[in-house]
């Protein structure tokens, strides 16, 4: 065995690890499901070929179509506030007027590594139905009656929409402040001296060099707002009423709940389409800014 081989060998072996550990927990379970959508399953008994039965009934299900409306609504709810304030919380934690920066810094990450349980559970006491809860509360200040947060259309979406905030503001503030931070100073220097206010600045200057970056925060946020579950599922219990949700929710429910394994199947291999096809639409608005600065 020549030396080139070996030392070939010895990478693959060094490598192998996570291409074995992604094809026993990633691709099997992947074609697994993909397989498993043309049966009826409980988990138990044998599995009985139903062919595009379970497609058919996840597409006569009122429910699967209001778990893809809630999860689009929940998601532009969640994501686009977090994007905006993300941009405004980096560009404050970016100047040199602000004090303690690192300290701030650290404190916005710290939502991002909490336990997701832990700030539904939370949040369950915030948006509480009773008039002690602490939105209730805030509400009664007002004169507002009490809102039942967890059962009525709005209220649960507001609520679901401000877990995924409240943890993802952070996160993005800090990647947003990566690229900030990649502008030459000289660009706002320059501005200032032309009299450029903040919002100038942010819009002349942040923004326009901040595009790749805003890209791939939609990009990932998109992909995570596909992906909810636990928040709706700790919000509403097990229940998870039709007003909140998400489509990982429901194939959740069909499989451990309703020991359905063959729609769940079905709807992961849906949902999977949508990520899909967002995915290329995102790749494709990118492409074509890409191209159009180039032309600029």
């Known amino acids: 065995m020549t030396e080139k081989r070996k030392t070939a060998l010895a990478?693959?072996?060094?490598?192998?690890p996570f291409f074995i550990l992604y094809?026993?927990?990633?691709?099997?379970?992947?074609?697994?499901?993909?397989y498993l959508s043309f049966f009826r399953w409980d988990g138990l008994s044998p599995m009985t070929f139903t062919g595009w039965r379970n497609f058919e009934l996840i597409f006569t299900d009122p429910v699967f179509y209001s778990a893809i409306k809630?999860?689009?609504?929940?998601g532009i709810m969640g994501t686009l506030?977090?994007?905006i304030i993300g941009i405004?919380?980096?560009f404050a934690l970016n100047s040199t007027l602000i004090k303690f920066r690192n300290?701030?810094?650290?404190?916005i990450f710290l939502p991002y590594i909490t336990s997701i349980v832990a700030v539904a559970i939370i949040f369950g006491v915030v948006f509480n139905n009773q008039p002690f809860g602490f939105a209730n509360y805030f509400l009664s200040l007002f004169d507002i009656d009490p809102i039942r947060w967890n059962q009525e259309y709005w209220p649960v979406k507001i609520a679901i929409a401000s877990m995924v905030f409240w943890r993802w503001v952070g996160y993005n503030t800090i990647i947003f402040l990566a690229g900030m931070q990649s502008i030459p100073k000289e660009l706002y220097e320059a501005a200032k001296i032309d009299g450029a206010t903040v919002s100038q600045q942010i819009r002349l200057i942040t923004l326009p060099m901040l595009k790749p970056i805003v890209m791939f925060v939609v990009f990932t946020a998109t992909?995570?707002?596909f992906q909810l579950f636990t928040e709706p599922l700790i919000f509403l219990g097990r229940g998870l009423r039709e007003e909140g949700i998400t489509v990982v929710a429901y194939l959740w429910r069909d499989a451990f709940v309703y020991n359905s394994f063959g729609t769940?199947?079905?709807?992961?291999?849906?949902?999977?389409l949508i990520i899909i096809s967002m995915t290329a639409i995102n790749l494709l608005i990118t492409n074509r800014l890409g191209r159009s600065k180039k032309v600029s």
């Open 11 to 16: 990478a693959l072996l060094f490598i192998s």
């Open 23 to 34: 094809a026993i927990f990633g691709l099997f379970p992947m074609i697994f499901s993909f």
């Open 70 to 74: 809630n999860t689009f609504v929940i």
């Open 81 to 83: 506030p977090q994007i």
């Open 88 to 90: 405004l919380l980096a």
């Open 103 to 107: 300290t701030f810094r650290t404190f």
């Open 223 to 225: 992909i995570g707002s």
């Open 264 to 272: 769940a199947s079905a709807s992961a291999i849906v949902l999977f």
